[in-house]
């Protein structure tokens, strides 16, 4: 048998030349991690779904961040466990809440940390939905008003970027808009682009408290069959000023992943969701499978995929394996 002259083994064959030639390369800064607040003092609860993940009130913010600094993860999503809710989610722009406060507190004690804040209601609203019930149905115009409020909020207690997740249209112009009025242009938009309504939030909605008390959001979360839709949804959101484009779920979207960074220039993060991560904490924990390095391979997979950004669970483990 004659060999072609190129053999790809050749550089295959120790540790240094696959390094040499590696292709995709995940680093700590691309990681930005969740945290669960709520309110209290000295709270670590662990999230019985999400093993290591954990729901920590205000004063434990700052031990967190100083660990993840220390990995070289520098940036935060804030999702917030309100004291109160009810019908209008009116404490997801309260000047004292929950978020309000963890943003103060991150910036004071742990300044060149980066937080971005989620935006939307189903946090705060006593019904569970992202938006106003009227008629038992989601408002999406009556909604936008609030969602700005909500952005605005965050902004003036020191985000450095806004997240919203809500799914109405018209959000990105309306939050843009109010941004920019009040002199907060420099804020960054995070658009979730493209979110499903999928079946992998169970674990995330037990850690936040934000399951819908009545139906479920697939009349304005995306139905998980349709790709060219994906396209439409994400060109909307740059036509109304989105900075970065999101994914969410990721790992059961790399298509769509791939399909926005052929499509748009702008920055794409993806969001490696709670199920997702609590499969691989399952599967690991029953010893099917090596935990570590199948978190690691799944985050490489979705990076290969097109995502510059990855907001994952697994971002602490990772980043050790990574210091290795």
Known sequence: MVFPEYRPRRLRRNKQLRSLIRETRLSPEQFIYPLFVLPGKGIRDQVSSMPGVFRLSVDQLAKEAKELIGLGINHVILFGLPE?????????????????KAIKELKNKVPELMVTTDVCLCEYTSHGHCGVLINKMVDNDATLDI??????????????IVAPSDMMDGRVA??????????????????????????????????????PQEGDRQGYQM????????????????????????????????DIISRLRDEFDLPIAAYHVSGEYAMIKAAAANGWIDGERVMAETLLSIHRAGADIIITYGAKEVAKMLQG
């Open 84 to 100: 109160k809710k009810d019908s209008m989610g009116s404490g997801a722009h309260a000047k004292d809440g929950i978020i309000q």
């Open 147 to 160: 969602l700005g409020q909500v952005a605005l909020s965050h902004a003036v207690a020191g985000a450095d």
């Open 174 to 211: 309306e939050i843009r808009g109010i941004l920019d009025e009040n002199n907060f242009d420099q804020i960054p938009i995070m658009a979730y682009a493209v979110k499903y309504a999928s079946a992998f939030y169970g674990p995330f909605r037990d850690a936040a408290a934000c399951a």
């Open 223 to 254: 139905d998980p069959a349709n790709a060219r839709e994906a396209m439409r949804e994400a060109t909307l959101d740059v036509d109304e000023g989105a900075d970065i484009l999101m994914v969410k779920p990721a790992v059961a979207y790399l």
